[in-house]
């Protein structure tokens, strides 16, 4: 990665982090965003109008015409009730306040004329007392509102259970409401407040709240207070949130289950307003009486009474766009519970929506940075499609209500930042560097690529290569353990600081494969000893990963120590460009690369980290190598004899090394020819090997259970060199 590619990379993810945590704030425009897209859903799909036992006795235009301006007279409501009631409604709910004293009865009327007889008075009909006598014995609901004047609490007609804590204190706050008539709330069947949404500035009614609190009480409101009447039910039954105080999840009604927000509101899937759901209320009152097809709707039926005049501005606007009277968001909530149709937005909603901006964020900054912006925008335009599809589907078939738009919004800003930025600064320094390209190759060779066709051609040389494979230990196990990033920083530092050591020591590095590393020596220029130059470089990279264990560079802690194995072959192989005529490597094939990696692969059955073929070591004279023993090798027909390398010429010339060595010759020819004390020299062994280098004692701790490697394996001559080497190579293994 680039410089200017890794300043990309921060300043995306800066903007991911600022997008993130936006949408962590929640600011009132994403939710205005967020709620205009699930407006649009239920306009693309609304709840289809279902004939349910639900009906709205409209004071509308004709009734008003009829019978007079509203407020009506009290005793004409007494009459209403009582028609309603003898057709049949299971019950009636008045979306309409009763605060005020009937300012139409005649004694209140006689009362303000001067010179009335009281006696006459108290003779005269009080349409309160009228109205009160009519709805007592009858499933009549009574609404109230809210205020902000007074401590007035109504009388709750209903019990309540909770299942889990209470959640007194979830629903929206009740400070004070409007005052009911004293006699009418006692005769009332049930109370219920009619507010739609208290505290929302929306003018948009999406979500109902079927509760309110004082903090000691909760107030149903007169959907749900019509519903528990007409079922004749005593209690609402409340399930709270576990492990969550004050969170509520489902509301039972009677024989009906409600899932609700945390805070007791129902999210309205909203019908389209048809003339259906209404009854005017002049055909209730008709004086020739009532339709019979009129009391055949009313019977059976939950009946709100409330007015659709535009003159007593009581209009709400739904999800859908329309204007529609108040009390027909009080049906809807009736008619949507005994559909069964709902609409929810999960607890886990917020935080799914937060972590797509992030991953989604990530993704598009990665791809926006690391490939051409033309993919980039195919992989972004996918990911919306695929918001918008998922989000859809989860609405159309279970009800979720899951915003698209933010991640959307927050992806194709950042994704036009970073392309920005990538045009401004990236493409920028890569035609730079194409510029100065020839500051890193050689004028001849720049001119022969310029001047020479298919001077960039495929095919290779045979030459003779010592290559080498190098692989982590335990890396399956390894990864398991952490976090992709956390794989791929552990592999960077690990990889970067052994890598080192083969240019270093003049080797290429072929290609890191995974967790591994392929080099080679002698390609493509000669490289005199380069069976030794391998050898230094992976004796350096045994002393680099001890200084990154001891310094926990890997950030695993002390008591994890990563260990490598490494594996090196000299032999014949083919070098130079493979792959395909329009992209190619520099890379080396053959038996020889083979050998190597079936050489790493050993080092765990033989419990050393650094073993060579014997074609390398006869190329080492000044190494302490010692007898691995004869190996299988996968692949191979015959077995192969290996040589752990202990170390370098100061090693190899060291006291401690010829002991070690007379000790490994004599315990090779014990377990040649199962001497019974063979166990003793291994433990000799073992102590004596810690003094060398800290691998040595593990790979005697293995030779015990390789014996068969050594009693195939030949003698030694009289002067010590090692059989199996040219005897000219001199590559003492013994003093």
């Known amino acids: 990665m680039t410089r200017a590619q890794q300043i990309g990379v921060i300043i995306g993810l800066a903007i991911v982090a600022a997008f993130t945590m936006l949408r962590a704030s929640d600011p009132p425009l994403l939710r205005q965003i967020r709620d205009t897209t699930f407006d649009e859903y239920q306009r693309i799909s609304p709840r289809a109008f279902e004939p349910t036992p639900v ?77 009160a006598e009519a709805i007592a014995g009858r499933p009549v609901v009574l609404g109230f509102g809210l205020t902000t004047e007074g401590n007035y609490r109504p009388p709750v007609k209903a019990g309540f ?15 004070a409401a409007t005052p009911i008539r004293p006699q009418l709330q006692i005769n009332a069947t049930g109370l219920g407040h009619i507010s739609l949404n208290p505290g929302n500035p929306s003018a948009v009614v999406r979500k109902v709240p079927l509760f309110l609190t004082d903090g000691e009480q909760l107030y149903p409101n007169l959907a749900i207070e019509a519903l528990r009447v007409a079922q004749g039910a005593s209690t609402y039954v409340l399930a709270a949130a576990p492990e969550a105080p004050d969170t509520l999840t489902s509301v039972k009604i009677g024989e009906f289950v409600v899932p609700v927000t945390s805070s007791g509101e129902l999210w309205l899937y909203t019908s389209p307003d048809i003339a259906d759901r209404y009854i005017s209320a002049g055909k209730i009152l008709s004086p020739q009486g009532v339709d019979p097809q009129v009391a055949a709707a009313i019977e059976g039926s939950i009946v709100f009474v409330g007015t659709s005049s535009a003159g007593l501005q009581d209009i709400r606007t739904t999800a859908l766009g329309q204007n529609v009277p108040g009390v027909s968001m009080h049906a809807q909530t009736v008619e949507q519970i005994l559909s069964g149709h709902f609409l929810s937005r999960p607890d ?84 730079e560097v194409r510029r100065a390209f020839g500051q890193y190759l050689s004028p001849s060779l720049l001119y022969r690529i310029e001047h020479t066709r ?19 230990r335990g890396f399956t196990e390894l990864s398991e ?27 290429t590095l072929d290609k890191f494969i995974g967790d ?33 264990n001891a310094s926990d560079a890997f950030g695993f802690g002390p008591d994890y120590q990563v260990g490598i194995g490494i594996g090196i072959h000299t032999g014949l192989a083919c070098v130079g460009n493979m792959g395909a005529e329009t992209r ?10 083979n050998v190597a990696a079936r050489i790493e692969s050993a080092c765990k059955e033989v419990g050393f980290d650094i073993l060579v073929s014997e074609n390398t070591a006869a190329e080492l004279p000044h190494f302490a190598l010692l007898d691995a023993g004869l190996l299988g090798l996968k692949g191979k027909s015959s077995r192969a004899r290996l040589y752990a390398v202990v170390g370098g010429d100061e090693v190899r010339g060291s006291s401690a090394f010829a002991d070690m060595q007379r000790i490994h010759t004599a315990l090779v020819a014990a377990l040649r020819t199962h001497a019974a004390e063979s166990r003793k020299m291994l433990n000799v062994a073992k102590l004596k090997a810690g003094e060398l280098t800290a691998t040595l004692p593990h790979f005697y701790s293995r030779l015990g259970r390789r014996a068969d490697h050594f009693r195939d394996s030949p003698g030694s001559d009289h002067d010590g060199t090692r059989v199996g080497l040219p005897h000219d190579a001199k590559v003492h293994l013994e003093p």
Request: include cysteine; hydrophobic fraction near 50%.
């Open 55 to 131: 009906r709205i006795i409209d004071i509308d235009e004709a009734s008003l015409k009829e019978f007079g301006q509203w407020p009506w007279p009290r005793d004409r409501l007494a009459l209403l009730v009582q028609r309603l009631s003898d057709m049949g409604a299971a019950a009636i709910a008045f979306d309409v306040l009763f605060a005020e004293p009937d300012r139409l009865s005649p004694r209140t009327v006689m009362r303000d004329v001067a010179g009335v007889d009281p006696t006459l008075l108290s003779r005269l009909p009080d349409n309160d007392e009228l109205f």
């Open 161 to 175: 259970a909770f299942t889990g804590e209470s959640p007194i204190h979830a629903p929206p706050r009740l400070d």
């Open 348 to 431: 886990w909603a917020d935080g799914m929506e937060i972590l797509a901006i992030a991953v989604l964020g990530t993704i598009l900054v990665g791809l926006t940075t690391f490939v051409s912006p033309a993919v980039a925008l195919a992989c972004g335009l996918c990911i919306t499609t695929l918001a918008l599809a998922a989000s859809w589907f989860a609405f159309s078939a279970w009800g979720l209500l899951l915003d698209p738009l933010a991640p959307i919004i927050a992806g194709s800003i950042i994704h036009f930042a970073a392309t920005s930025f990538r045009i401004l600064v990236i493409n920028r320094e890569r035609r």
């Open 454 to 472: 298919n001077a960039l051609r495929l095919g290779g040389d045979d030459r003779e290569l010592t290559v080498m494979f190098v692989d982590v």
């Open 481 to 507: 353990r952490l976090q992709p990033a956390e794989v791929v920083r552990f592999l960077n530092t690990l990889l970067d600081a052994l890598s080192r050591h083969v240019t270093a020591n003049e080797g």
């Open 516 to 548: 591994s590393i392929m080099a080679f020596w002698n390609a493509p220029v000669d490289v005199k000893n380069h069976p030794a130059k391998a050898v230094r470089a992976a004796l350096a990279m045994r002393d680099t990963l001890a200084s990154l």
């Open 584 to 593: 190619f490597n520099y890379s080396a094939v053959g038996d020889a690369v």
